[in-house]
C-alpha cells in the first residue's frame, strides 16, 4: 500500500463477512459493449507509469530513499492539490491551507517511517532542507520558534509511526488483493441510498475493477472511460467523483496527460462514523439530503454483490430511463441471498419502498423475477438477461439487449461512446490547429528588404552578389543599414 494512506485513519468497525462467490455468467449474455469496455479495461490497466528513484541530493543523500512519489512530494509540493482540503469552520475560520499542510507532512512521515528514517532526521529535513514540504513547518519556526515547529513535527511522526505499527503493509500483490476483498465486502454492506448513493455505488466498483487489475490502490482512468464502465454520462461521473473525493474515499493524484487519463488512488477505507463531518446532515444534494453512504447506521442489513453488479451497470438495460440503480441493486442483492421478502430487499438493496415496488414490478414484467408467497426469486437465467415465464409474465425476455428495447433505452451506451469518440476527436484535431499556430509564432520573421544583409556586404562595404561575387554598382550601405542606390548625382 503506497505511503500516500497514512493520513487516513484506521478503517470503521463494519462486520466484513467472508468471501462471496456470485454466479458466472455466460459468454452468450456479453455483448459488444462488454467486449469494447473489455479492451478499455485491458489499455487502462497496462497504462502503469514507469517511474525510476530520483536522484537525492543534500539532506536526503545518506537517508533511505523515498518512495517515487512521496519524494516528488517532498520536493515540489502538493503541485495537482492531491492532498488539499476545504475545510470551513464554525465562525467563519478557514483551516484550509493548515489542514492541507498536515495532510502532507503526515503522508510524508509514514513513507519515512516505512523506509527506516528516524524522527531527528525527519525534523532536520522538513527544518533546515529547502524543501517545498517543509514550508510550513519552516514558517511556524520563524513565527513561534523552533520548538513549537519541532513538536507540531513530532506530533506527525508519531501518529504516523503508530499508523504504520498499526497497518499491515502490503509487500505482495496477494497481500494486496486480500486487502480489495476487505474492502469490497465493507462495500457491499455498506447502505448507498438514493439515485447519488447508486451512482457512487457504481463507481467504486468500477475502480476496484481496475484496482485489481493494476494489482495497487493507484488507478489510471479518464472520466468518459469510467463513465462507460459505469453505464452513466460523463457528468455525472465527475460529480460522483467529487462526492467521493470530498468523502476521502478517493485521491486523485494528477490531471493526466493528453494521452493517458488522470491518476487516482482508491482509499481503502470507510468514514468515521463519530466523525461531526459525517454524522451531520448537509442539506439536500443530487438524489436526496442524505444521499451516499449512510454511514451513520452501519447495521443496516445492506448486502449486494457487486461482481454481479459490475457486470450489468454498463448495459443499457440499467441507464437511468431503464432499470437504473434500483433494479440493479435489486438484481444484485438478490444474487447474493435468494429469497427474500420485500422488506428485506429495502434493506439489502438500500432502496426506498415505493421504489422497491416500482422495480419489482419492472422485473417481474420481464420475466427475471417471480414470486412465492412474500419472498422473491431470480429466475434461472435471469444473471444472463434470460427470463421465465410466470404468472406475472408471458412473455419473458430473452436476452439484455431485448430488455433494453422494452425499456426504450436500447443504444444508449453505443450513442455515448461515439460521442465520447466524437470529443476526442475534435480534441485531437484542436490539438493540431493550436500546435500550427505556435509554430509559425514561433518563426523568425522575415527581414525588411531593404536592410542589408551581411552576405551581401563585402568587407569593404560594397554590395555584392553572394552566387557570384561581382560588384553591384550603385548600390550602397547607407548609415542606417539599409540599401539606397547612388547614381552620381551626389557630388555634382
Known amino acids: 500500500m503506497d505511503s500516500a494512506t497514512a493520513l487516513l485513519p484506521a478503517a470503521t468497525t463494519l462486520p466484513v463477512p467472508p468471501a462471496r462467490h456470485s454466479p458466472t455468467l ?10 469494447h469496455l473489455t479492451h478499455r479495461q485491458n489499455k487502462a490497466s497496462t497504462a502503469a507509469h514507469t517511474r525510476t528513484q530520483p536522484p537525492r541530493t543534500g539532506l536526503l543523500a545518506p537517508l533511505p530513499p523515498l518512495s517515487v512519489r512521496m ?41 519515512a517511517v516505512r523506509a527506516g528514517w528516524n524522527r531527528a532526521s525527519f525534523i532536520q529535513v522538513m527544518l533546515d532542507g529547502p524543501y517545498k514540504a517543509g514550508q ?18 513530532q506530533r506527525a511522526w508519531d501518529g504516523a509511526q503508530q499508523y504504520v505499527r498499526s497497518t499491515d503493509p502490503l509487500t505482495t500483490r496477494q497481500d494486496f488483493h486480500a486487502a480489495l476483498a476487505a474492502f469490497r465486502s465493507r462495500i457491499e454492506c455498506t447502505p448507498w441510498k438514493g439515485t447519488a448513493g447508486k451512482t457512487d455505488l457504481r463507481n467504486l466498483i468500477a475502480r476496484m475493477d481496475i484496482c485489481a487489475r493494476a494489482g495497487s490502490w493507484d488507478h489510471t482512468v479518464s472520466e468518459r472511460d469510467l463513465a462507460e464502465r459505469m ?26 496527460s493528453p494521452t493517458e487519463g488522470a491518476r487516482w488512488m482508491l482509499i481503502s477505507r470507510l468514514p468515521s462514523t463519530t466523525s461531526h463531518h459525517w454524522s451531520t446532515p448537509k442539506g439536500p444534494k443530487a438524489g436526496g439530503a442524505m444521499s451516499g453512504p449512510d454511514v451513520r447506521q452501519p447495521h443496516t442489513g445492506a448486502d449486494i454483490d457487486s461482481r454481479t453488479a459490475g457486470r450489468l451497470m454498463h448495459l443499457d438495460a440499467f441507464a437511468h430511463h431503464g432499470l437504473g440503480g434500483g ?15 420485500l422488506t428485506e430487499l429495502q434493506a439489502s438493496a438500500s432502496i426506498s419502498r415505493p421504489t422497491a415496488y416500482r422495480q419489482l414490478g ?19 437465467t435471469a444473471l444472463e438477461g434470460i427470463g421465465a415465464p410466470t404468472q406475472h409474465c408471458t412473455d419473458p ?44 509564432a514561433q518563426q523568425s520573421p522575415l527581414p525588411h528588404p531593404a536592410v542589408a544583409l551581411p552576405q551581401y556586404v563585402r568587407a569593404d562595404g560594397c554590395a555584392i552578389d553572394p552566387a557570384t561575387g561581382e ?16 547614381d552620381g548625382t551626389k557630388g555634382a
Open 362 to 380: 419492472k422485473l417481474k414484467g420481464l420475466g427475471l423475477i417471480r414470486s412465492e408467497g412474500e419472498l422473491y426469486h431470480l429466475s434461472p
Open 136 to 153: 510550513h513547518a519552516r514558517t511556524l519556526q520563524h513565527r513561534r520558534g523552533y520548538d513549537k515547529a519541532a513538536a507540531w513535527l
Open 231 to 256: 453505464g452513466c454520462s460523463r457528468t455525472t461521473a465527475h460529480n460522483s467523483n467529487q462526492r467521493l473525493l470530498e468523502a476521502k474515499m478517493l485521491r486523485q493524484l494528477d490531471n493526466g
Open 397 to 440: 425476455v430473452a436476452s439484455w439487449t431485448e430488455t433494453a428495447e422494452r425499456l426504450g433505452t436500447a443504444g444508449t451506451a453505443e450513442r455515448r461512446r461515439r460521442h465520447h469518440e466524437a470529443q476526442r476527436t475534435h480534441w485531437r484535431l484542436e490539438q493540431v490547429r493550436l500546435a500550427e499556430r505556435r509554430r509559425a
Open 26 to 35: 455466460s459468454t452468450a449474455a456479453l455483448t459488444s459493449q462488454h467486449a
Open 327 to 341: 433494479g440493479l441493486a435489486v438484481l444484485a442483492a438478490l444474487a447474493e441471498r435468494d429469497g427474500q421478502s
Open 471 to 486: 560588384v553591384i554598382e550603385g548600390l550602397v550601405v547607407a548609415s542606417d543599414g539599409r540599401w539606397i542606390w547612388d
Open 71 to 111: 519524494h516528488k512530494l517532498l520536493v515540489l509540493g502538493d503541485q495537482e492539490a492531491a492532498y488539499a482540503t476545504r475545510n470551513l469552520q464554525r465562525g467563519g475560520k478557514n483551516t484550509a491551507a493548515s489542514d492541507h499542510a498536515w495532510a502532507i507532512t503526515r503522508a510524508i512521515a509514514a513513507d
